[in-house]
């Protein structure tokens, strides 16, 4: 199973689009001069073709409206501003292709002046191939020893030369409009202390990206939004995965030292892989700073191919990371106890649903990734966070800075 | 939005910030600005403003059909051109400039319109919507202000004080008993109603006027925006009650009426009696305000009721975004609840005249199902809830609704459905024809 995958720029004459005979559904990026505008995902026969004329119409009845706001913004450009010093940076752990991909679409499509530099962190490799791959494409190097995301994240806070530190993860593509975007956030809003981009898939090659995808993937939208520190939802901002995603965001150094850095807990390989993007958002924004979501700062990432590789991400980075997360500001900041326990009755009401719904069959959610991201809530909820801590204590020990 | 923009600073007791776009005096939409997302810079001020705005710009850069873009290649390889046009503010401008574009002929200007204030001893509130109405550009042929039952006289020596407002004393209390003495008591082909707690901008009447721009259309209604949203009772009635209905122009006509008969035409989305005009002939072809409804006495629905009888009757109600006034709600719970208390026993109420009138069954289905449906949902919700925010009204509604459907119960239909006859010639005010003929039935729609 897998779907047709386009980008359409509706300022040029339209293509028609014909699906292979084992593509059972296409999804279409929308674009206006570039811009990212709408985003269709959606279920056909196989063997379809789509005409251009026909492709006109549903963009008139689907997307004139995303149309008509990317020409607002054609119309009035925002003011220029010199760009801000960036170090683009990519945390990689023993995927010297993936990563290679990555350098060459930065080489690509961000301008050579643009950014401070680029900058590799090697986390705990197991042999010099990433080393040759960042040679090769002529960026900086360092190397962390001390395993963990949030270890290199950690790492590239001390090494980087720029003012801001842009973490894009090794499965990422930049589109011709991130450097763009990420400069055109940074002018109309200079006290944010980051942002975060939209993330497309990269590929619905397989039924399991299909199912990611489908469930809404990384995808958050295609307007720009604020984020700051006053409550102005009830479970809002323990929420902060509707900011984004660690895959692709941008913090300003400073702010990220003041409050003590990545929590090494956190986003530490196999024994907690997520949570730490959703806690640096969180300790950003209670700390007074601003975040905010910028659309045209695209990425395309690519899924986790396999059916077993999704499930693991529903077990372990969403079930059993984001329960982790949650015990920690739990435990750590008081005043934000009811809205935690607010947003946990909301995910159990939410799984709880998608349970009654996989059991009935009436679902795109399979019924033992239900199950999975459950297990891994329950893991997450029962002494997960605390020893992530010890551990990563342990690794502090053990790989001293 | 065709002014360099502005920032929006941070607001201090404030939990965000309602902020309406505009070009060239047209509301283009809103965005509820949380306060977590503020001090806002210009341009991001325009960020949030695009997606708000989209609809309505695209809509009237529709109406431009003319104002093609040489960079719109979108279509080249469609013959669908006429489907998409390039969607610009300045493309509003010329639509303004060229009002023929906006109506083919305005058939009325606001020298042709009365406008009508029902009142009731807010001396204070009149004063204010009475400064407002004498900015109207162009003025009005006649503003009429109907007195009703009235415990003082504040509101005749503040009317002595305002050159060319008529006062009107209609002692029976009943915003529909004065709704229908203003009609009487009217002269012009148009008539406006606004209400005392209403400011309506310079342009009001001229665009409601403009609305009329065919021969079916008898109704025209326009966009009621919140002047203030201080409390929580405030933002509460705007965000889940409101008279806001969008910033797109909408025609609700015998179509519309047959497409949603079946459940319950939702009349209200229409508009409100805040803001909203008729053409004289609409009395004359089925009747007056029906008085067993609204304020005085069932406590609201009797303007959705009427414009109920004008789509069932065939006529075309048009709403129009560009007609803009500002209503303040009420400040406090007490007068939310009290508020809400009579919608709904207006609208429990309504639901029963209209059935009675024309024997629709989607209307009982709505009293006797999706009513009832509705609130058992929200006893529920609310329960989990701690009858909090918007549930904190769930007791006066339910007991506004129960309410409603007594009261028309022992009620008899006893009201002027017909006393319009010969209105054209001017009458003056006077008392109320006692038994007038009695409601003209669907069966005699179109």
């Given amino acids: ?227 700051g520190p006053a409550p102005h939802a009830p479970i809002y901002p323990c929420n902060t995965g509707i900011l984004g995603t660690g895959a692709n965001m941008v913090f300003r150094r400073d702010a990220v030292r003041r409050i003590g850095g990545c929590d090494e807990a956190l986003d530490a390989g196999a024994a907690l892989p997520g949570g730490g993007d959703l806690d640096l958002f969180y300790r950003v924004i209670r700390g007074g700073g601003v975040l905010v979501y910028e659309p045209t700062m695209l990425v395309f990432h690519e899924h986790r191919r396999t059916l077993q590789a999704l499930r693991d991400q529903y077990e372990h980075s969403w079930g059993r990371s984001l329960m982790a997360y949650l015990v920690k500001i739990y435990q750590t900041d ?68 | 939005m065709e002014h360099p923009p502005e920032a929006l600073p941070r607001l201090s007791g404030s939990d965000g910030a309602y902020v309406v776009f505009w070009a060239h005096g047209i509301p283009l939409g809103h965005r509820l600005i949380p306060s977590s997302a503020l001090p806002m810079s210009p341009a991001m001020l325009r960020a949030y403003a695009y997606p708000a705005i989209a609809p309505a710009v695209a809509h009237y850069n529709e109406q431009t059909a003319n104002l093609r873009s040489t960079t719109d290649t979108i279509y080249t390889n469609t013959i669908d051109t006429d489907t998409i046009d390039t969607n610009t503010l300045s493309a509003i401008k010329h639509l303004l400039q ?114 009329f721009d065919a021969p079916d259309v008898m109704a025209v209604t326009g966009l009621v925006l919140p002047a203030t949203l201080d409390t929580e009772s405030q933002y509460l009635f705007e965000i889940h009650w409101g008279f806001h209905r969008g910033y797109l122009p909408r025609r609700f006509d015998a179509a519309y009426m047959k497409a949603h008969r079946s459940r319950c035409v939702p009349v209200w989305d229409v508009g409100a009696g805040a803001s909203m005009a008729f053409r004289r002939d609409a009395f004359m072809h089925v009747g007056g305000f029906d008085e067993r409804l609204d304020v005085g006495a069932a406590g609201c629905s009797g303007d959705s009721e009427f414009w109920y009888r004008l789509l069932a009757n065939g006529w075309t109600c048009h709403y129009t975004p560009m007609a803009v006034a500002h209503h303040t709600h009420r400040a406090t719970a007490i007068g939310l609840r009290r508020q809400l208390e009579a919608y709904m026993r207006g609208h429990t109420a309504a639901l029963l005249v209209q059935y009675e009138r024309h024997g629709h069954p989607g209307l009982l289905r709505r009293l006797f199902v999706s009513l009832p449906k509705y609130y058992l949902r929200r006893l529920v919700a609310g329960a989990l809830h701690g009858y909090q925010g918007r549930y904190q009204t769930l007791a006066a509604e339910i007991r506004g609704a129960l309410s409603g459907v007594l009261f028309y119960l022992r009620t008899p239909a006893a009201s002027p459905a017909h006393p319009f006859t010969g209105v054209e010639t001017g009458a003056e005010a006077g008392p109320v024809a006692e038994h007038p003929a009695p409601a003209k039935s669907a069966s005699q729609a179109t």
């Fill in chain 2, 98 to 211: 060229n009002p023929s574009r906006l109506t083919s002929k305005p058939r009325y200007t606001s020298t042709d319109a009365s406008v009508v204030i029902c009142t009731r001893d807010r001396p204070e509130h009149l004063a204010a919507c009475l400064h407002a109405i004498a900015a109207l550009t162009p003025a009005p042929a006649e503003v009429i202000v109907v007195d009703n039952a009235p415990q003082t006289d504040a509101t005749r020596r503040l009317v002595a004080t305002r050159p060319g407002v008529r006062y009107v004393h209609e002692p029976r209390p009943g915003l529909d008993i004065a709704r229908n003495t203003g009609v009487r008591t009217s002269t012009k082909p148009i008539i406006a109603f606004t209400d005392d707690d209403v400011r309506v901008d310079p342009q009001w009447l001229r665009y409601l006027c403009a609305g």
């Fill in chain 1, 1 to 227: 199973m897998s779907y047709l995958l386009t980008a359409i720029d509706a300022a040029e004459p339209l293509p028609s689009l014909h699906l292979r005979d084992d593509q059972t559904g296409w999804a279409a990026l929308i674009r206006w001069k570039g811009r990212p505008v709408d985003f269709w995902i959606e279920p056909c026969d196989p063997g379809t073709t789509i005409s251009a004329r026909e492709l006109a119409r549903r963009i008139y009845t689907q997307s004139r409206y995303a149309l008509t706001e990317a020409q607002l913004h054609f119309e009035s450009p925002p003011p220029q501003a010199s760009p801000p010093a960036v170090s683009v940076v990519i945390c990689t752990h023993n995927r010297p292709e993936r990563l290679t991909r990555c350098l060459a679409s930065i080489q690509q499509h961000v301008p050579e002046d643009g950014p401070a530099e680029v900058l590799v962190v090697d986390n705990a490799p197991p042999d010099n191939r990433t080393r040759t791959a960042a040679q090769t494409a002529g960026v900086h190097y360092v190397m962390e020893s001390r395993p963990g995301l949030n270890a290199a994240r950690n790492r590239a806070f001390a090494e980087a030369r720029g003012d801001w530190v842009a973490f894009l993860d090794d499965d990422v593509i930049v589109d011709a409009e991130w450097w763009g975007g990420l400069c055109h956030a940074h002018a109309a809003n200079p006290d944010a202390d980051g942002f975060t981009g939209q993330v497309m898939p990269y590929a619905l090659e397989t039924h399991a990206q299909v199912l990611f995808e489908q469930r809404g993937g990384f995808r958050r939208g295609f307007t720009s939004t604020r984020y």
């Fill in chain 1, 334 to 401: 008081p005043a934000t106890r009811p809205k935690v326990r607010r947003l946990l009755w909301w995910w159990t009401r939410d799984t709880g649903q998608h349970l009654s719904r996989a059991t009935r069959g009436r679902t795109d959610r399979p019924l033992s990734f239900v199950i999975a991201e459950l297990r891994g809530a329950l893991r997450g909820l029962c002494g997960a966070y605390p020893r992530a801590v010890r551990r990563a204590n342990r690794l502090k020990q053990e790989y001293p800075s």
